[in-house]
């Protein structure tokens, strides 16, 4: 393996929608307000991005200290506990992230004011915190609370803020569906993962639970997002044109179906990835349909 193709899978890149998603979504809201910025889009995609990799390159090191991460789990290998990416430049690797988050921050204060430090600051301790420091709360159950926080609520409006400092009802109503499928993808994992979790000591959300209520916890943000969507466009709440996103409900049943009938790691890799897709069809279709008037 390569020093590139190691670092590639470090990143975990097809996680990488979950921070793709809400800043797109805020700026199909701002485009259909009229206020639309291109720098401000741009400086919260790489901040997002940024810190979503910081994110994924810690995941790494702590559960490789924490030994979360065995030769028994299923999924793409961690390079630290492959002893391909040492510990040292995986945390190296995280202050690069955090650095490249931070300047794109400083852009954003500059457009947007203050605010934008104090959402920074909460974001990257929140990071750092879900496997790292002496309680990591995604060794609590508490994983897919924060994602949904901070993949949802914060980062969608956020996002939104940043065009214009304003957050409309809309941005707050749409950051919660999409709150919703990013916890999904957390799911998903962990579900995974179960197993060589519970044995490494890591008690998700879905070692807490077991695997039949996590199963129907998984379909129950999936639907529930779509539905939400429908909803809340029928309703005139959200931009009608969001109920578009409805028609991804074929494509929703697939890893749904994945995560309540198959156990091999293949077929939950794929439900992974079905997910994280989904998550990044639904966001686009969200920001089309934010930035239209129909």
């Not at 910081?54 to 065995?70: I, Q």
């Not at 002893?83 to 947007?112: C, F, N, Y």
């Not at 074929?250 to 897709?277: E, G, H, W, Y």
């Amino acid at each position: 393996m390569t020093s590139f193709q190691a670092w590639k899978t470090a990143a975990r890149v097809h996680t990488l929608p979950a921070a793709v998603v809400p800043v797109t979504v805020g700026g199909g809201l701002a485009a259909g307000d009229g206020s639309f910025r291109w720098d401000a889009f741009l400086l919260a995609l790489l901040g997002a991005i940024a810190i979503q990799l910081a994110a994924n390159f810690a995941n790494d090191v702590s559960d490789a200290k924490r030994g979360a991460d065995n030769a028994d789990r299923v999924g793409p290998p961690r390079m630290v506990a492959a002893g391909v990416i040492s510990a040292g430049d995986m945390w190296r690797g995280v202050a690069l992230a955090v650095l490249v988050a931070a300047l794109a921050g400083v852009g954003l204060v500059v457009i947007a004011g203050p605010v934008i430090i104090a959402i920074g600051v909460v974001s990257i301790l929140a990071m750092l915190g879900y496997v790292g420091g002496p309680a990591p709360y995604g060794y609590r159950g508490l994983g897919e609370v924060f994602v949904f926080v901070f993949f949802g609520l914060v980062a969608t409006t956020g996002s939104r803020y940043v065009h214009d400092m304003s957050v409309p009802a809309d941005a707050w109503l749409l950051a919660i569906p999409v709150g919703l499928l990013a916890a999904a993808i957390l799911i998903a994992n962990n579900y995974r993962d179960l197993e060589t979790d519970r044995e490494a000591g890591k008690r998700t959300l879905a070692v807490v639970m077991g695997a039949k209520p996590t199963k129907s916890l998984f379909a129950g943000l999936v639907y529930g997002a779509i539905a939400l969507i429908v909803v809340l466009g029928a309703g005139g709440w959200t931009p009608r044109a969001t109920m578009f996103a409805g028609f991804l409900l074929p494509f929703a049943t697939m890893p749904v179906r994945i995560i309540r009938t198959k156990s091999d790691a293949l077929a939950l890799i794929r439900a992974l990835r079905l997910t994280a897709t989904l998550h990044l069809w639904t966001g686009l279709v969200l920001a089309a349909g934010s930035a239209v008037t129909i």
